[in-house]
């Protein structure tokens, strides 16, 4: 087949955008569609992602557009469509890696199992199987293609179970999408509390408010909780700026009170936070109102 005119676009992962293209004549006529290095990804699966067909006459845009459609399934790392002198179309994919082990670590911290106020034992507040089970149920299965959008909802499903358990300062930290799925948990840790902005607040509150550290933070767990405070309408707005991570000497929370105000608190939820990627320093990290 000749090669003379060939267009390469690159469809890299890390960034997922275009690179450089050769220039060739557009518009065309699609002559045909071939894919190739798909093993375990069907090609008709893939075909129905391409929005034209042979005889179509197509753009730059389209093909760009078509490529993104096939990245867009999940299954792939990376897209190159070519064209030859002849308008046939060859989409050239690289596969994901099939998942042979979910291993999970970060997920560290305990919790007591209590009946009639008595602690019968402590367990891990979010058990590795648990995990495993709850990206399964999501599409991240052992022996199949990584799927990039089921990790995700897997991913975010997983920091929803420890937000039903009031567990609210959770992450997921670094993912490795290989034959041997890594994947970190960080379960964030109260170490200090900081206030400002108080003015007319009773200093007891603000006393009291301080009192919650070097735990995992958990929803509703302590009555000093410096949204009980707003909640009695004596804070406008409660800004949580937590550290994270399972070191409990990694930095401290940082509640900004912003201003007094004699009515309820603002409707602004303080869990308003990134759901999962990269963790950041606590000398980095920023309040979310």
């Known amino acids: 087949m000749k090669r003379a005119l ?27 569609i071939q894919v190739d290095g798909n093993t375990k990804i069907r090609t008709q699966e893939i075909r129905k992602a ?10 730059a845009d389209d093909l760009k557009r078509a490529s993104q459609a096939i990245f ?9 469509p070519e064209v030859d002198e002849e308008g046939m179309i060859l989409f050239r994919v690289v596969e994901n890696p099939v998942v042979e082990k979910v291993e999970i670590t970060g997920n560290v911290n305990k919790e007591s199992i209590e009946i009639l106020g008595l602690t019968l034992f402590r367990a891990r507040i979010m058990p590795s199987d648990k995990i495993r089970r709850i990206l399964r149920d999501h599409g991240v299965k052992e022996g199949e293609v990584l799927n990039n959008h089921s990790l995700k909802e897997g991913l ?7 937000d039903k358990k009031g567990y609210t300062l959770i992450m997921v930290g670094k993912v490795v999408p290989s034959e041997i799925l890594q994947i970190e948990i960080i379960e964030g840790r109260v170490t200090n509390n900081v ?47 937590s550290s994270t991570g399972n070191n409990p000497g990694r930095g401290p929370s940082a509640v900004d009170t912003h201003r ?30």
């Open 6 to 32: 060939a267009l390469i676009l690159g469809l890299i992962v890390a960034g997922g955008f275009f690179t450089g293209a050769r220039a060739t004549d557009f518009p065309l006529t699609v002559a045909g």
């Open 50 to 59: 391409v929005p034209f067909h042979s005889g179509d006459e197509i753009t």
């Open 72 to 80: 867009d399934l999940g299954w792939f790392s990376e897209v190159i």
């Open 156 to 162: 975010e499903a997983v920091i929803d179970a420890y």
């Open 195 to 241: 206030i400002t902005g108080l003015n007319t607040v009773p200093t007891d509150i603000a006393q009291e408010m301080r009192s919650s550290c070097g735990r995992v933070s958990e929803e509703g767990s302590d009555p000093t909780d410096p949204r009980a405070a707003q909640e009695l309408g004596l804070l406008y707005e409660c800004r949580d700026c």
């Open 260 to 289: 007094e105000e004699t009515g309820r608190g603002a409707d602004r939820d303080y869990r308003d936070r990134p759901r999962w990627g990269n963790p950041v320093s606590t000398k980095d990290r920023r309040c979310v109102a």
